[in-house]
Each structure stands twice: as C-alpha cells, then as structure tokens.
C-alpha cells in the first residue's frame, strides 16, 4: 500500500477524533487501553481538557512507564523531564506550528480542513531526539492502531460508560483469538519498570574494593543540556553529559558527552567504575531516576557504597544551569 493512502486513513481518523472531542470526557491523565491479541498493549491519552493544547496521545508497550515515573516527580527540572518522554502525539492545532514537511503533506494530499485552529499533525517523542515528524514505522503503526481507536471511542460513547478514573479504572479494548474486539472498564495495569541491572562478575570487585574511602558524597547522572546536536541521518539530537559532582562542595569531578547509541545503563557503570578507580570509593551515590538505581544498586552493594535517589540533584542541575546562562549571556565587545 502507497504511503499517501496511509496518511489518508489516518487523517481521517484525526478528524473523526476532532468530531468527538474526547477530551471532554478524559482529563490528560486518564487513559484508554487497546489490547491487540498477543501484541503490546496500547495506553492512549486525550489533551485538551484545559483547552490549551489538543490532542491524543499513544504509548506502546512499556513506553507509558515513564509517565507514571514523571507522575512521582515534582521537583525535577523542566528539562531533564525529557528522558521520560517516550510517544507518538496526534496534536490539533494552527498552521503556524505545523513545520514545513508538515504542511506539504496535508497540502500534497489535499486534506481540507475544516477547524483552522486544528490543524492535524503528527509527531514522535524520543528521549534521545527532538520531536520529529511520524514515518516508516510509526506511520505503519498509526495506520493499523487509530482506526482501532476510533472503533473503540464509538462503542464507548454509545455505551455510555463512565470508569471510575480517580481509582484508577480505564476503558479496556480488547481482541479475542478470534479477532473479534470487545470493550469493558478493568485497572489499569501499568507494567513494572524494565529494570537493567549490570553483571558485577565482570568486574574486579576486591580491586574495587580497596580503594580509598572518601568522606564525601557524589551525585551521579546522564543529563539533558539544551544544546542540540546532529545524529549520523541528520536528525537533531539532545546533546547529553554524563556528569559526576561532589554533592557538598558543588565541584564537577567528572563528565562524559554521551553518544546517542550508547546504552544508558552502560555508561552509568562505566562511569561510576571510572570515578572509582580515579578518586575513590563514595559515601554516597545519589541518581535522579530508577534506570540509574536498578543499574548500580548491585554493584554499589558489594563495595559499600549507599545508593540513593533524589528528582533534584542540585549539584548538577546548577551547573547545567549555568551552563545555559553563559551561552546566554552577551559578551561585551572590547575597544
């Protein structure tokens, strides 16, 4: 099938969403969940309830862990929020914020637009990446899945049913083996956190071990900078240190510019592998989030060092801070 006709399917089912307004009904938080037989599971959310921003939202699999990671945070800053940020957005909304790819895809297929002020447009979040336009994949994907969605919300409003969102119940649309599609009100089953946890049998741990013991406290993180770089197809990446601070005195002991392929959990282990052999064993290593904790908390153990998790790491979070203020900031020309 040419691509034009997916796009077409799937802008249609931008304008059957647009006609029914979910949002209405869903808060941005309340979910909707397509379960395809013996496939990943689909959470999907609905924006514009507040009536800034309108949209649906589509998380596959494991992607909505992050959600409910982000959900427990309150102090993080707005920036490193984005490590989270794993989906693909239908957004409704002007011309003017549509990019130029975009807009030649809607004027190319010759999609009319009734509301002005909602404009359909499709975008891929990735933690490694800026926002960028759907394709190959994630066009397939939307293709196959919205239609489903579209069924799903008919049968819901006319069924009338009203989930108990606030104790955590969701409309569940569910495929039998006979590929028939049921729909229902179940709980929400968020899967578990995929935890990584790194092989210390693969180091040296008496090495490790004897080590001096320093009287201090290291914070430990693979954080977002807001400068953009590009990737070997040419698509703007988050440019993303892997920084080590002293907790108490604010000092940067190490950094590491983290290459999109690497493997997060990798580059914490070898990084706090590294400052070990350099400086010594920590009192306490504290990380932002539980990709880095489940990592370490192995390894740490059998050196004695205390693991710890904190949203804010201060430390960090002002030096990429200051980092933002000098780029910022005007140099003042010599005469």
Known sequence: MENNEKWLTIFECARKISDLKPWKKFNDIDFFELRPYKKERIYISFLGKGKQVYGVVFYRGDEIVGVDEMSNLEYIPTIQRLRY????????????????????VIDDLGINVKDKTKYP????????????????????????IFPILIEALDRFYSRNLKPLFHLFEVPVFSQTKQGNWTLGIKSLNIPSYPM????????????????KQLD??????????????????????????ALIANAQ???M??????????????????EFIKFINNFGLPQLCVVRDSEAY??????????????SRSEELIAIDDFIESM???????????S
Do not use: W
Not at 85 to 104: H, M, S
Not at 324 to 334: A, D, G, R, V, Y
């Open 85 to 104: 940020q794993k989906c693909i957005v239908c957004y409704f909304d002007r011309i003017e914020a549509l990019t130029e790819d975009e807009v030649k």
């Open 121 to 144: 447009h499709f975008r891929v979040y990735n933690p490694k990446y800026l926002p960028y336009m759907i394709e190959g994949n994630e066009l397939d994907f939307l293709f196959e």
């Open 196 to 211: 990584k946890i790194a092989d210390p049998t693969l180091l040296n741990i008496n090495n490790l071990k004897s080590k």
């Open 216 to 241: 201090y406290i290291i914070e430990l993180d693979i954080s977002y900078t807001n400068e953009v770089i590009k990737g070997a197809d040419n698509r703007p990446l988050h440019a993303r240190l």
């Open 249 to 251: 005195s604010g000092e």
């Open 253 to 270: 002991l190490s950094y590491k510019v983290v290459d999109p392929e690497e493997d997060n959990v990798q580059v914490y282990v070898n």
């Open 294 to 307: 489940f990592a370490l908390l192995h390894i740490a153990y059998l050196l004695g060092v205390n693991m």
């Open 324 to 334: 933002q203020e000098f780029k910022n900031k005007p140099f003042t020309k010599l």
